[in-house]
């Protein structure tokens, strides 16, 4: 099983970046999947998440109204569109699915907002 993160990078305060991670070792059509980051010094957190089918969605309150979580069980890949980037928004950001109590993760890929 693989998660292969990628689309961060540097970016000024208000610009947007767009994660991808294509999932491979799974059913990603069976899958409800999800992006956590982890900025220093601070716990990962959960950002958003979307289910299976892609009809349901969760956002943390901070980035409800600028971050959208999308999928394309064709492409086995879900996506992050991030936009009006913050400071904030700071920190290494991760797909993250479970599958049979068993929890797989990406290896992160770095976000990095400059004021």
């Known amino acids: 099983v693989q998660l292969q993160a990628s689309g961060g990078g540097l970016v000024r305060a208000g610009g947007s970046l767009r994660l991808s991670c294509v999932v491979s070792?799974?059913?990603?059509?069976?899958?409800?999947v999800a992006w956590l980051r982890q900025a220093p010094g601070k716990e990962r957190e959960l950002v958003a998440a979307?289910?299976?089918?892609?009809?349901?969605?969760y956002y943390t309150d901070s980035v409800k109204g600028r971050f959208t979580i999308s999928r394309s069980n064709a492409k086995n890949t879900m996506f992050l569109q991030m936009t009006s980037l913050t400071p904030e928004d700071t920190a290494v950001y991760y797909c993250?699915?479970?599958?049979?109590?068993?929890?797989?993760w990406g290896k992160g890929t770095q976000v990095t907002v400059s004021s």
């Open positions: 993250n699915t479970q599958n049979w109590g068993r929890t797989y």
């Open positions: 070792g799974l059913t990603f059509g069976n899958l409800d």
């Open positions: 979307i289910g299976y089918s892609g009809s349901r969605s």
